[in-house]
């Protein structure tokens, strides 16, 4: 194996100091600061979940993913407006989750394998703190220094204390999506644009759908045009009764923005 070329380090062992030019911790965004193969820095990625950070595995990519299969449902749902003869008769969440929980893997597994053909990157499988201003510690074992040090670990959910210590079993940004089953209802607890994104989705699936919000109103710290907008659309849309599956699990089950 050539010097420096791209290796998946999985559970690591104790080891001298490695030098690099660059750490980046994440590797979501953290991907764009890896240099391009030509340069002359040796770059450590370190990862402790699944490569590709939020937007791959948790955000972008799922979520849309969802709300296209949300758009379609209303599609559905209106085509007598356009003169066709179309009814949504049934949701089959277990199909519309696997196929995008297959598509993420994929993607990832995608992105770590084109980010392994780099050869002066090496990648490690774990959680890294600071010995000292330029030294990481990953897992405890490995040792390594960097001229440069990119913190690029992302964002994640904040419960509220009252949430978290009610011992009501809830699902945030990051778990809603992968449900064993649809709920009969839910509550979503903010505002924002993730809580309104996932409304739609659920909503247009025939769950229906509350909204906690302690702001006057939804999507409160967006332009104003766009809250105004969203005040004067129609209540949520849901399928009708028919559709809307039996509650399997309390019902509820919140979200909360990254």
């Not at 909503?203 to 004067?232: C, P, Q, W, Y």
């Amino acid at each position: 194996m050539a010097p420096h070329q791209t290796q998946w380090i999985g559970p690591v062992q104790a080891r001298g100091v490695e030098e690099f030019t660059l750490a980046v911790l994440g590797s979501g965004s953290g991907n764009v600061v890896v240099p391009d193969d030509d340069s002359d820095a040796k770059v450590v990625l370190i990862e402790r979940g699944s490569f590709g950070g939020t937007c791959i595995n948790r955000g972008c990519i799922p979520t849309k993913m969802f709300s296209y299969t949300a758009d379609l449902a209303v599609q559905i749902r209106r085509a007598p407006e356009f003169g066709l003869s179309a009814t949504l008769d049934a949701v089959d969440w277990p199909t519309i989750r696997d196929r995008i929980v297959a598509r993420v893997k994929q993607t990832s597994s995608s992105g770590h394998k084109n980010q392994g053909k780099s050869a002066s990157v090496t990648l490690f499988d774990g959680r890294a703190r600071f010995a000292s201003p330029h030294e990481l510690v990953i897992d405890g074992g490995t040792r390594i220094e960097a001229e440069q040090i990119v913190i690029a670990t992302g964002g994640r959910p904040s419960i509220p204390p009252a949430v978290a210590h009610s011992e009501v079993e809830f699902c945030t940004s990051d778990t809603v999506m992968w449900l064993e089953a649809l709920p009969a209802s839910m509550v979503i607890l903010g505002g924002g644009y993730v809580a309104v994104e996932f409304a739609h989705v659920f909503s247009s699936l025939g769950v229906k759908v509350h909204f906690v919000e302690m702001a006057a109103t939804l999507l409160e710290s967006l332009d104003a045009e766009i809250s105004e907008r969203n005040r004067s659309l129609p209540p949520l849309r849901r399928g009708p009764d028919p559709l809307r599956p039996k509650p399997q699990q309390p019902s509820t089950q919140d979200t909360r923005e990254s």
